[in-house]
């Protein structure tokens, strides 16, 4: 469990977050898949850990943006205990407006401990969230979204005790949703807020800064793009002029003509089989033929 100070949400600290997020990814030793060309596993590898990164740093960014309002105290990966009384509340289908009225204490016999990816609190108007951050950009796995659901009710029964033995006395609201930061993970709408509906929820400033730091972390992938994929793609290059070549009749070819033989084969019309020695030619019909032949 982490509270957030009012960190630096400059444009420079973003770059500069994103770029160290991605040496990392770089620096990763990945296994070759062994479908792939080794070079080219290996580039996609690293895209494919950026993309996770990014959903830990929809997490923090948004957290750093919460904090910097100065009306919010933010934590992340909270560590809160499910207690058996809310699991029974929620297996006894009980009224989402009822369980609203309810809360218990976080210190009873415990069912599980969850840990949730931020818990936000307004101590001036009184009011807590507890939220599980989705990138979204996919659907989540039916089999993982119902606990999560469950886990996000739950946490609002005892949200108010926990913060309670914290220091903070007195909520007397609290909320609890998935952050589906691009809107197709698949959770229940009336669990689920997007990345449109942040600011307005929030009631400061949020989208802004946390689109500023993906604007900079796709800056940051794209400039090594070439380093990633430029020795494959230029050896899958001198193989296809190469190839090129011998089927020209010659031992070096310029880029026009590699370039006319890939747009003619690209821009041909579709072609049949066309005839076998032993077939005899189809005759041709002649529009008059077909209108006059008796129907079946």
């Given at each position: 469990?982490?509270?957030?100070?009012?960190?630096?949400?400059s444009?420079?600290a973003?770059?500069r977050?994103?770029?160290?997020?991605v040496?990392?990814?770089?620096a990763?030793?990945?296994?070759?898949?062994?479908?792939i060309?080794?070079?080219?596993?290996?580039?996609l590898?690293?895209?494919?850990?950026?993309?996770?990164?990014?959903?830990?740093?929809?997490?923090?960014?948004?957290?750093?943006?919460?904090?910097a309002s100065?009306?919010f105290v933010?934590?992340t990966?909270?560590?809160?205990?499910?207690?058996k009384?809310?699991?029974?509340?929620?297996?006894?289908?009980?009224s989402r407006?009822?369980?609203?009225?309810?809360?218990?204490?976080?210190?009873?016999?415990?069912?599980?401990?969850?840990?949730?990816?931020?818990?936000v609190?307004?101590?001036?108007a009184?009011?807590?969230?507890?939220?599980?951050?989705k990138?979204?950009?996919?659907?989540?796995?039916?089999?993982?979204?119902?606990?999560?659901?469950?886990s996000?009710?739950?946490?609002?029964?005892?949200l108010?005790?926990?913060?309670?033995k914290?220091?903070?006395?007195?909520?007397?609201r609290?909320?609890?949703?998935?952050?589906?930061?691009?809107?197709?993970?698949?959770?229940?709408?009336d669990?689920?807020?997007?990345?449109?509906?942040?600011?307005?929820?929030?009631?400061?400033?949020?989208?802004?800064?946390?689109?500023?730091?993906?604007?900079?972390l796709?800056?940051?992938?794209?400039?090594?793009?070439?380093?990633?994929?430029?020795?494959?793609?230029d050896?899958?290059?001198?193989?296809?002029?190469?190839?090129?070549?011998?089927?020209?009749?010659?031992?070096?070819?310029g880029?026009?003509?590699?370039?006319a033989?890939?747009?003619?084969?690209?821009?041909?019309?579709?072609?049949g089989?066309?005839?076998?020695?032993?077939?005899?030619p189809?005759?041709?019909?002649?529009?008059?033929?077909?209108a006059?032949?008796?129907?079946f």
């Amino acid at each position: 469990m982490r509270e957030i100070g009012q960190a630096d949400t400059s444009p420079a600290a973003l770059a500069r977050t994103a770029r160290e997020l991605v040496a990392s990814a770089m620096a990763g030793d990945y296994p070759a898949d062994p479908l792939i060309d080794s070079e080219l596993s290996g580039g996609l590898s690293t895209i494919s850990s950026v993309v996770k990164r990014h959903g830990w740093l929809l997490q923090t960014t948004t957290a750093h943006a919460l904090a910097a309002s100065g009306r919010f105290v933010v934590w992340t990966d909270v560590p809160l205990p499910l207690t058996k009384a809310a699991r029974a509340l929620l297996d006894g289908k009980n009224s989402r407006t009822d369980l609203a009225r309810i809360r218990l204490p976080a210190d009873s016999e415990a069912d599980r401990m969850v840990t949730f990816d931020l818990v936000v609190v307004d101590p001036v108007a009184a009011w807590a969230g507890v939220y599980e951050m989705k990138r979204g950009n996919g659907t989540t796995e039916t089999r993982k979204r119902l606990p999560i659901e469950q886990s996000l009710q739950a946490g609002r029964l005892v949200l108010p005790s926990f913060l309670e033995k914290l220091g903070y006395k007195g909520i007397e609201r609290v909320t609890s949703a998935v952050i589906d930061y691009y809107g197709n993970a698949g959770f229940s709408p009336d669990l689920t807020l997007t990345r449109e509906q942040l600011d307005a929820h929030f009631s400061v400033p949020v989208v802004a800064t946390v689109e500023a730091m993906t604007t900079a972390l796709h800056d940051a992938l794209e400039a090594e793009l070439p380093r990633l994929f430029g020795p494959y793609l230029d050896r899958i290059g001198r193989k296809e002029a190469t190839t090129i070549a011998v089927a020209a009749g010659s031992g070096t070819v310029g880029a026009d003509l590699k370039n006319a033989a890939v747009m003619q084969i690209l821009s041909a019309r579709p072609v049949g089989p066309g005839l076998r020695p032993t077939d005899r030619p189809v005759p041709a019909t002649s529009t008059a033929q077909v209108a006059a032949a008796p129907a079946f």
